[in-house]
């Protein structure tokens, strides 16, 4: 089973920010949270990772609780090519990254 | 840099047959996996490799081998396909080493089994 739970499917205004939720409850101190997407039936992509500090880059921050129970995917300016499955992935990177485990993720929609 | 290239695009079998995905990699990574993905699903992990010569089984290894002869190939075999294994596959290696360790997925390869 997958170790996280994400909503099923939101919505975002074109322009806004999307802030895509994660909750990670068991989550362990050495599991890294990583974001991909899925747009249209591509392969995933890599979005961003982090530990315990906050993280962004290029495309998206990301910020995740004190607790480490939950995080939040941040697109600060949507756009219609944002349109896609995200995916909260929660991983030992000492197990190796080679396998994730995934859930069904987030189906965003961007609206014009 | 090619990435992580998959063949065939698409592949329609009959109930029984055996084919062989291909799965190649330029990127030197050691970790390479394949997952398959139902419909309305996410991804699920059916084996992968730490480098050549080793390999091991993941969630849904069942109908399904791997070899792993080089770095750059890993070919998933489906012995006796079954309509259960209609699915999209996905091939995806990543780095071993410190560094991000994000996974590249190739494109996917689409099987219909009847």
């Known amino acids: 089973d997958a170790k996280t739970t994400q909503p099923p499917s939101m919505d975002c205004a074109e322009g806004r920010a999307a802030n895509l939720p994660c909750n990670h409850s068991?989550?362990?101190?050495?599991?890294?949270v990583y974001w991909y997407r899925q747009i249209h039936s591509q392969g995933p992509q890599y979005i961003i990772h982090?530990?315990?500090n906050n993280e962004t880059n290029e495309m998206a921050s990301l910020i995740i609780t004190e607790d480490r129970k939950s995080s939040t995917l941040i697109l600060p300016h949507a756009t219609l090519r944002d349109t896609a499955v995200y995916y909260c992935?929660?991983?030992?990177?000492?197990?190796?990254?080679?396998?994730?485990?995934f859930g069904t993720g987030t189906r965003l929609k961007v609206l014009a | 840099n090619a990435g992580v290239t998959q063949t065939p695009k698409f592949q329609v079998l009959k109930t029984g047959q055996s084919m062989t995905l291909q799965c190649a990699q330029d990127m030197n990574h050691e970790y390479m996996s394949w997952y398959r993905q139902d419909p309305g699903m996410g991804l699920r992990l059916i084996h992968y490799s730490v480098g050549a010569g080793i390999t091991d089984q993941g969630e849904v290894p069942n109908g399904y081998n791997v070899s792993r002869s080089t770095t750059e190939d890993f070919p998933l075999r489906l012995l006796s396909a079954a309509p259960s294994q209609t699915s999209v596959y996905f091939c995806?290696?990543?780095?071993?080493?410190?560094?991000?360790?994000?996974?590249?997925f190739g494109p996917g390869t689409r099987l219909t089994v009847l």
């Open positions: 068991t989550i362990s101190g050495n599991e890294y």
């Open positions: 995806a290696s990543s780095y071993s080493g410190r560094g991000k360790n994000e996974q590249f």
């Open positions: 982090g530990l315990k």
């Open positions: 992935i929660v991983n030992d990177r000492a197990s190796g990254t080679y396998k994730y485990i």
